[in-house]
């Protein structure tokens, strides 16, 4: 079965702590992103790579990390610096940044 | 800076209508509108994608139009099925990196 895997489907991070989000495709795509979804918003963008070693800051990246070690693993890491990071988080892959992005199921990030 | 806008936020509507969702955009630069839809704390589905030098796409009982020039898109839905309830996203693809800007979306509520 082809697609992009998320785990887990929801995770609860304490004050201060850092918590990582998986991303996984066996699409064979090159590119990669990572988007924060909150009710009644459209996505916003905190990372994308187009290649493996490579990735760039999206548009709210400021609290997070990311490492893009193999072409089908993208983890997402929400850092103590990040201080809402209650949301939805989307991964998705593409062939080529051109073209149309496949999605995940998302990750539910709940603070206790 | 684009931005992408989706009205109404909400929309309720019999079971075999045919129905339209709009879009908006403010910068008709773009390289490509895409259609998605999101089911209920899932992730995204591609349903259309419009290059800039298109008019119109169809799959099945969907149609969307592009109209750079007035920077609107139109999703047309005919003959509507309760399973057609969702929401709806669209996206526009900048021409300077090809990231995607997103509306908030419509939630499509079809009633049997």
């Known amino acids: 079965d082809g697609g992009i895997t998320q785990s887990p489907k929801y995770l609860f991070r304490k004050e201060g702590q850092n918590v990582t989000l998986s991303c996984e495709q066996n699409?064979?795509?090159?590119?990669m992103y990572w988007y924060r979804q909150d009710p009644g918003q459209g996505l916003r963008l905190i990372y994308y790579?187009?290649?493996?070693?490579?990735?760039q800051k999206g548009d709210i990246a400021e609290g997070y990390s990311v490492s893009r070690e193999k072409k089908e693993s993208f983890p997402l890491t929400v850092t103590s610096a990040q201080k809402n990071p209650t949301a939805f988080y989307l991964c998705?892959?593409?062939?080529?940044?051109?073209?149309?992005?496949?999605f995940g199921p998302g990750t539910r990030l709940l603070v206790l | 800076k684009q931005e992408v806008t989706q009205i109404p936020a909400a929309l309720s509507v019999p079971e075999g209508e045919n129905l339209v969702l709009n879009c908006s955009f403010t910068?008709?630069?773009?390289?490509?509108l895409q259609w998605f839809r999101q089911d209920p704390g899932k992730g995204l589905t591609s349903l259309l994608l419009?290059?800039?030098s298109q008019r119109e796409q169809t799959s099945g009982r969907l149609n969307a139009s592009l109209d750079k020039s007035s920077g609107r898109s139109t999703l047309y839905i005919a003959a509507s099925q309760p399973g057609d309830s969702a929401t709806y996203l669209c996206?526009?693809?900048?021409?300077?990196?090809?990231?995607?800007?997103w509306g908030a979306g419509t939630k499509l509520i079809i009633k049997p």
């Open positions: 998705a892959s593409s062939m080529t940044v051109y073209e149309t992005q496949y």
């Open positions: 699409l064979n795509h090159d590119a």
């Open positions: 790579s187009q290649i493996v070693n490579d990735f």
């Open positions: 910068d008709s630069a773009i390289y490509n």
């Open positions: 419009i290059q800039s």
């Open positions: 996206a526009v693809a900048l021409n300077s990196n090809y990231q995607l800007i």
